[in-house]
C-alpha cells in the first residue's frame, strides 16, 4: 500500500463536483483523510475556486493511479482546451505518491505547486503535516509556516458532504 495525496480544485458547480468527486474517491480508496474545503481567487483574479487535499492509501500503482485521476475528471466534465482554461469542472492533482521522487509519464513527484501556491500547501498540512515533503525532507506543516502570507488568500468555507463538516480554521 502506498500513501498518496491529491488537491482538489473546481470553479464549475464546485459543490457538486466536490461532492462527486469525494464519493468516488470514497468507492476506489475507502479510507480519506480529508482537509477542509477553502475558496480562493485564481492566480489571475478572473474567478473563485473551492479547494481542498485528500489523502488515501491504494494499492494502485503510479501509471493507474493517474489514469483513474484523469478519468473522474473527465467524468466531471473537465475541458481542457485552451480557451475553456479558466473553465475547471475538476482538477485533481497527484501531490505525492509515497516518496517518490522525479518525473513520472509526465508528472512531477512531489508536485511543484506544494511549495508555490497556498491553496495546495495550506490544506495538505491539515491532511499531512506531520509527513514529510520527500525532497526536502521538511514536514509539510513546517513548509506552511514558512510559507508567506501573500502566498495566496485563502479562507475556509463551510461544506458538507453527507453529513460530515468540512470546515476548520486554516
Known amino acids: 500500500m502506498t500513501w498518496a495525496s ?17 464519493d468516488m474517491l470514497l468507492l476506489q480508496f475507502h479510507d480519506l483523510v ?20 485528500a ?17 473522474t475528471e473527465t467524468k466531471h466534465g473537465r475541458n481542457r482546451s485552451p480557451e475553456r482554461k479558466h473553465e475547471v469542472a475538476l482538477d485533481l492533482d497527484l501531490l505525492t505518491y ?4 522525479g ?11 506544494i511549495l508555490t501556491k497556498a ?4 490544506p495538505l498540512a491539515q491532511i499531512a503535516g506531520k509527513r514529510k515533503h520527500p525532497v526536502l ?7 506552511r509556516r514558512q510559507q508567506t502570507p501573500g502566498a495566496g488568500s485563502l ?9 460530515r463538516k468540512l470546515s476548520s480554521p486554516a
Open 6 to 22: 491529491l488537491s482538489i480544485g473546481s470553479n464549475l458547480r464546485a459543490r457538486e463536483n466536490f461532492g462527486s468527486c469525494l
Open 119 to 122: 491553496y495546495v500547501l495550506w
Open 137 to 143: 525532507k521538511q514536514s509539510f506543516a513546517e513548509l
Open 98 to 101: 509515497g516518496e517518490q521522487t
Open 34 to 53: 480529508l482537509s477542509s474545503v477553502f475558496e480562493s481567487v485564481a492566480d489571475d483574479g478572473s474567478s473563485t475556486y473551492l479547494n481542498m487535499a
Open 155 to 163: 479562507k475556509p468555507v463551510a461544506f458538507d458532504w453527507h453529513g
Open 103 to 113: 518525473t513520472f509519464d509526465g508528472i512531477v513527484l512531489p508536485h511543484p505547486d
Open 55 to 71: 489523502g488515501f492509501e491504494t494499492e494502485l500503482a503510479l501509471p493507474e493511479l493517474v489514469r483513474w485521476l484523469k478519468q
